[in-house]
């Protein structure tokens, strides 16, 4: 059986904000993939730039700070055998415009307003996943997850608790 593959899951204020797009994000994710970690969030100005740093400079970059400080935000960590591209298929094109077009039902199709209020971010290479999950959850160890977690994940026995919003040891 493949091994899991993790990616983070960020839904943006406006999504959080919307109990319609909140409860059918939630679901999408907790048919597709099992939910390692989970949090809600509002982010200081700090901390979303630096998250975001690697967009300094870019037209949108202080306009999307602003956003993601504007509300909570939804931090999921998320395991598939496929998780990044499954995600990213998920949420369709970055553009909202093109998601409308292109694939209606996608999660941005359905919930975007714009391209920087497209619902949901999601890491865009293995690389990517490590280093945002290790931004927002910076005790979280791949190393450990992989060698002790993981196959419990993959092959159960675990449960959903919908709570905590993650999947839980059955005990």
Known sequence: MQRLQLTLAIIKPHAVKNPVAVSYIRHVIKKKFV???SKRVSLDSETAANFYKEHVGKFFYNRLVTFMTS???DIHVMGHTNAIELWRRLLGPTSVYKAQFQDPYCLRGMFGISDTRNVAHGSDSPASAE?????FFPDFSFYKWHKEEEERYRTGPIIFNDYLFRHVRRL
């Not at 280093?131 to 931004?135: H, L």
């Open 71 to 73: 509300g909570s935000i």
């Open 131 to 135: 280093r945002e999950i290790k931004f």
């Open 35 to 37: 939910v390692v970690k």
